[in-house]
Nanobody, 124 residues
Framework: QVQLVESGGGLVQAGGSLRLSCAAS????????VGWFRQAPGKEREFVAR????????YYTDSVIARFTISRDNAKNTVYLQMTSLKPEDTAVYYC?????????????????WGQGTQVTVSS
């Protein structure tokens, strides 16, 4: 069983930056893929980025490429999402999630463990 806890959300002006953290407990994340998703009011939860723990390989949705960076800290069993050049349309609750699967890792249904979410609000 993996427990995930997000932190680092807040209110920021457009063009600003935030770093989200996803701390894992219960077991090491080795063998897992950790993803970040977001859900804006009235919209479905959508994939943002993911990282395969063992290799460090990353993948991003098109709208955040060159603005967001996902990374991991093995010693802290933590995944980060560095967000820069934030836009009002990035406003959402951001969730981290863990999956032991190897395919289809952009869909909500392919992740087994979820954090409680952290609010990111970008003002114009």
């Amino acid at each position: 069983q993996v427990q995930l806890v997000e932190s680092g959300g807040g209110l920021v002006q457009a063009g600003g930056s935030l770093r989200l953290s996803c701390a894992a407990s219960g077991r090491t994340l080795n063998g897992y893929t950790v993803g970040w998703f977001r859900q804006a009011p009235g919209k479905e939860r959508e994939f943002v980025a993911r990282i395969k723990w063992s290799s460090g390989r990353t993948y991003y949705t098109d709208s955040v490429i060159a603005r967001f960076t996902i990374s991991r800290d093995n010693a802290k069993n933590t995944v980060y999402l560095q967000m820069t050049s934030l836009k009002p349309e990035d406003t959402a609750v951001y969730y981290c999630a863990g999956s032991s699967r190897t395919l289809g890792l952009v869909a909500v249904s392919t992740y087994d463990y979820w954090g409680q979410g952290t609010q990111v609000t970008v003002s114009s």
